[in-house]
């Protein structure tokens, strides 16, 4: 149940971390001099630019966590022996496959902030100053935090999900055949490729006593796979816009969606954590400046 969990994990302080950072960047330097806060299109700008910048971090990350999952083996391989792997196989290029829709979902981030910011700024209360001097302070109560935090999740989700399917469609088995091989035959034929969840019984039956992972590892470099008593489809990585076109001719328009109830439903309670989190760690830092 937690396999490929190493590489989020390893990643995931680094992730938020630079999130948030890169956030808070964004919006210092779209701030006007009149201004004393951003508004909400500056909001959005900041998160989707922190978004795609994440993506250097997430791609790499969930490239490894999606190799571990399809990974059939007694005893896994770590994280690290797997990013060993790619990077032997593919070089940089590999860890960063499937960059373009990663970068499109991390760009939910705009959406993310963007209501975040709305809900909490609806619940906003004043609270005078120490000094009083100034106009009064602008203060959200917990359960506002806890609300936008809640809403905010899901909100980016709807916007970029599709791009998460293509994604891990791209990081997981190419899907589309070159030729069809067999060791009892000189022939050369193309063939139909499989749907991407049965690939791995393909290459079982097919294997004529090689592993599953040797079969993966030569069908993921192209390399026709010999020794084998059937024909045994030679496929080819699919770049961003065959994986839509792909996805969408094997399974119609609902495969983009497919996922997304549980996916909502999750996003609602680490997302009021998240910003509960963050708002504490904010107030804690900055108490008494």
Not at 213 to 225: E, I, K, P, Q
Request: proline share 7%; glycine share 10%; hydrophobic share 40%.
């Amino acid at each position: 149940m937690f396999k490929g969990i190493q590489a989020p994990m390893l990643g995931c302080a680094v992730l938020s971390g630079l999130v948030f950072g890169a956030y808070g960047y964004l919006l210092q330097v779209q701030l006007q001099p009149h201004q004393r806060e951003p508004n909400l299109l500056q909001t959005y700008i900041a998160g989707l630019g922190s978004g795609v910048v994440s993506s250097f971090i997430t791609t790499p990350s969930e490239t490894v966590k999606i190799r571990q999952q399809i990974t059939v083996h007694t005893k896994p391989p770590s994280a690290w022996q797997i990013a060993q792997q790619i990077y032997r196989e593919k070089g940089t290029r590999g860890l960063f496959r499937g960059y373009t829709p990663t970068a499109i979902r991390e760009s939910g981030y705009g959406v993310y902030f963007l209501t975040y910011e709305a809900i909490t700024r609806y619940f906003r209360t004043p609270r005078q100053s120490g000094g009083g001097a100034d106009a009064p302070l602008l203060t959200v109560p917990w359960y506002g935090v806890l609300i936008a935090g809640g809403i905010a999740g899901p909100m980016s989700w709807i916007f970029t999900f599709p791009s998460d399917v293509v994604k891990t469609r791209m990081q997981a088995l190419p899907v589309e055949p070159a030729i069809s091989h067999s060791s009892s035959s000189s022939s050369i034929s193309t063939a139909k490729p499989p749907r991407l969840a049965s690939s791995k019984a393909l290459f079982s039956s097919a294997s004529g006593g090689q592993t599953v992972d040797t079969m993966v590892a030569s069908v993921m470099n192209g390399t026709t796979v010999r020794g084998a008593s059937q024909s045994v489809s030679v496929f080819r990585e699919l770049n961003t816009w065959e994986t839509v076109v792909d996805c969408y001719r094997r399974e119609g328009p609902r495969i983009f969606w497919a996922g997304l109830t549980p996916t909502l439903i999750r996003a609602v309670p680490v997302n009021i954590v998240t910003f509960g989190a963050f708002e504490v760690a904010v107030s804690l830092l900055t108490n008494g400046k």
